[in-house]
């Protein structure tokens, strides 16, 4: 039987549940934030802080994060993680009912948020290739799945319930988020175990640090395949600091239209997860990831030139579909490429690459908009994404992807030698040796307006800023 037929395992119905309540809880928390954000400050940098925040954890402790993963027993990161999230949600919600909120509170909590996010996905996805047995065509429709959900359940659900509860009370939405983490740690903990990976005798954790970050710069296709994601999150964190800004400054569109608009952006996203199989089939996966990287940057273009909220809701729409394939797409392939006993740390430094390129993108919107125009952020992130695409074509190439799958079916051999590139590994070991200035930190440390939803409540408080 093909593995196109195959049915996926049972455990990952409750993996993808799990993950779904999550997603539903991070998208209560989503809208919540920055509407209380809004409420203490209009100072799009002081919002930029917040938003930044919750990826500074990937600036700090991505490779390390990813090199104990792959010491650690995998489900059990997941769950303990998840509870731990629950147990922190308490502090701003409690600070939120007794009225002493402040943005240093929020960006603290969406920091350790974001370190608690680091290790939950990092773990989910060295999880996956083991719980599927490490098939390509498997990995697609579970990954399509879980993106698809995630979307529906943070892009559409969470934030109308974010803004409903936040009707109720500032706590609320705070509240709801710690329950669902709750669950999905319930939900993690009844996973089958998967066999931890063997550990490298007498190495330490630097070094095996050190080696998944050297793995992704020496492969032509997994270096292809972080930079699109670190640069597109420059792009797009540009555009979310201000997205809020933007929509009512130039559009016109008041709190429950901007919810609409960003509707439009999940239904797109949801579309693209769902035809990301059938894209990679028809083009192949690398044509298929260089045209949806093209979408998503004239996509952008047409919002930064939309003169009316439907063209901007068409463009944004576009655009989610763009990003939905794409994060299908990309992690399959390289779940099913790269060794087991490498996974945690290989998605760690492709994540941390992405991770610590949002801040200066959250920075760069705020700056942009404040010394020019709130239109500015959004040309130049349009700009970045179509000069990435044209860099990163020929490095994720329908060639160097069936070269990558050959390489790992037959023998798995951790050196990919059909991928690898000369040139490549010298540059490779130039920027792991900057990397290894950061494991380093890592060693001496160790010893947004993402969502905004509608709400009548809230409106006045858009539209009049602070009291």
Request: glycine share 10%; charged share 15%; hydrophobic share 50%.
């Amino acid at each position: 039987m093909t593995s196109d037929v195959r049915k996926l395992p049972t455990g990952f119905g409750r993996l993808w549940t799990a993950q779904t309540v999550s997603s539903l809880g991070d998208g209560v928390t989503h809208a919540a934030l920055p509407l209380l954000a809004l409420t203490l400050t209009r100072d799009p940098m002081a919002l930029a802080v917040v938003t930044a925040a919750g990826t500074l954890p990937w600036l700090l402790f991505g490779v390390l994060g990813g090199a104990l993963v792959d010491r650690w027993d995998r489900r059990r990161t997941m769950w303990v993680t998840d509870a731990a999230r629950a147990v922190l949600l308490a502090i701003p919600a409690a600070a939120a009912a007794l009225d002493v909120l402040s943005i240093p509170l929020l960006a603290a909590v969406a920091f350790l948020l974001g370190l608690g996010g680091l290790f939950f996905d990092t773990a989910a996805t060295a999880y996956l290739p083991d719980l599927l047995g490490r098939d390509p065509a498997l990995l697609e429709r579970a990954n399509s799945r879980l993106r698809g959900t995630q979307t529906a359940a943070s892009g559409f659900a969470g934030p109308p319930a974010g803004s409903a509860l936040l009707a109720l009370g500032r706590a609320v939405p705070l509240l709801a988020d710690a329950v669902s983490f709750a669950l999905s740690a319930l939900l993690v903990r009844s996973l089958p175990a998967a066999p931890r990976p063997v550990p490298q005798a007498r190495e330490s954790l630097l070094r095996q640090a050190r080696a998944g970050a050297s793995y992704v710069f020496r492969d032509q296709l997994l270096l292809g395949l972080a930079l699109r994601p670190a640069v597109g999150n420059i792009a797009f964190l540009a555009v979310e600091t201000v997205l809020a800004l933007f929509a009512h400054d130039r559009l016109g569109i008041d709190t429950f239209g901007f919810g609409l608009l960003l509707t439009a952006e999940a239904t797109g996203g949801l579309l693209g997860a769902g035809i990301a199989s059938f894209l990679g089939r028809r083009l192949g996966t690398g044509t298929a990831l260089t045209c949806t990287a093209t979408v998503e940057g004239l996509a952008i273009l047409g919002l930064a030139a939309a003169p009316n909220p439907y063209v901007a809701g068409l463009a944004l729409a576009v655009c989610g579909a763009g990003m939905g394939a794409t994060m299908v797409l990309g992690p399959s392939l390289r779940q099913a490429i790269v060794p087991a006993h490498l996974m945690g740390r290989v998605a760690s430094t492709s994540r941390m690459l992405a991770m610590c390129a949002a801040p200066f993108g959250a920075f760069l919107g705020g700056w942009l908009a404040t010394a020019y125009d709130v239109r500015t952020p959004l040309y130049t992130a349009a700009a970045l994404l179509l000069t990435m695409t044209t860099v990163t074509a020929t490095m994720t190439s329908n060639r160097r992807v069936e070269a990558a799958l050959r390489a790992a079916a037959p023998a798995g051999d951790p050196d990919h030698p059909e991928s690898r590139d000369p040139l490549a590994d010298r540059a490779g070991q130039a920027v792991a040796g900057l990397l290894h200035g950061e494991l380093l930190l890592h060693q001496a440390a160790v010893g947004v307006i993402d969502r905004v939803d509608h709400g009548e409540q809230v409106h006045g408080l858009i539209e009049n800023g602070p009291a």
